[in-house]
Nanobody, 116 residues
């Protein structure tokens, strides 16, 4: 089993910043990719940003230039620095970890609410 512990969500005013963290532990063998997805009410879950073991990143156009993803390989932890937050960024943010041998795991989700 793999456990993902997310932290850092909350309520912030538009223009503010938040930093999400996700620490993976348990039966991890070889993480190939870590990332963040989000789901707003009534909408499908969408990719926000991902980062490979080689630190190659992919960032959604809607957050490019505002959000930065990074990881600490030694701690199996991925971060999402969110700046210049907008009300449309309001969603539940989910951490995702892809292990080469055991597949995808998801965190429980952390709420991010941006007030106008």
């Amino acid at each position: 089993q793999v456990q993902l512990v997310e932290s850092g969500g909350g309520l912030v005013q538009a223009g503010g910043s938040l930093r999400l963290s996700c620490a993976a532990s348990g039966s991890i063998r070889s993480i190939v990719r870590m990332g963040w997805y989000r789901q707003a009410p009534g909408k499908q879950r969408e990719m926000v940003a991902t980062i490979t073991s080689g630190t190659s990143t992919s960032v959604a156009d809607s957050v490019k230039g505002r959000f930065t993803i990074s990881r600490d390989n030694a701690r199996n932890t991925v971060y999402l620095q969110m700046n210049s937050l907008k009300p449309e960024d309001t969603a539940v943010y989910y951490c995702n970890v892809r292990d080469f041998y055991i597949g995808d795991y998801w965190g429980q989700g952390t709420q991010v609410t941006v007030s106008a």
